[in-house]
């Protein structure tokens, strides 16, 4: 699967920005993920859609902030980021994999599959 994200920018304090991913495939069958890294950090996770989109799953940091969505028919994966503040700063990847089980969902080396990266800059 080849993952293309797109959507990252700078954006004040509070402000609002939405990333998309686009699959190469059908993406039904796959657990598709948002992770972000900063610098001089390790890559976190940040939330995630299981297969068959049977569950959401979100880092504790984004939650109620930030919403995790996929539309299997244009085979994407979007986050809709919302009151976004400084530390959200980070390069955000796209991630899937189609056999990853449910209990390794936060773990970045569970997933076979990346996008390039998409930098969100978070700034007054």
């Known amino acids: 699967v080849q993952l293309q994200a797109s959507g990252g920018g700078s954006v004040q304090p509070g402000g609002s920005l939405r990333l998309s991913c686009s699959a190469s495939?059908?993406?039904?069958?796959?657990?598709m993920a948002w992770f972000r890294q900063a610098p001089g950090k390790e890559r976190e996770f940040v939330a995630a859609a299981f297969r068959w989109s049977s569950s959401i799953h979100y880092a504790e940091s984004v939650k109620g902030r930030f919403t995790i969505s996929r539309d299997n028919a244009k085979n994407t994966l979007y986050v809709q980021m919302n009151s976004l503040k400084q530390e959200d700063t980070a390069v955000y990847y796209c991630?899937?994999?189609?056999?990853?089980?449910?209990?390794?969902?936060?773990?970045?080396?569970?997933?076979?599959?990346w996008g390039q990266g998409t930098l969100v800059t978070v700034s007054s």
């Open positions: 495939r059908r993406t039904s069958a796959t657990t």
């Open positions: 991630a899937a994999d189609t056999s990853l089980i449910l209990s390794r969902v936060r773990e970045p080396s569970a997933y076979d599959y």
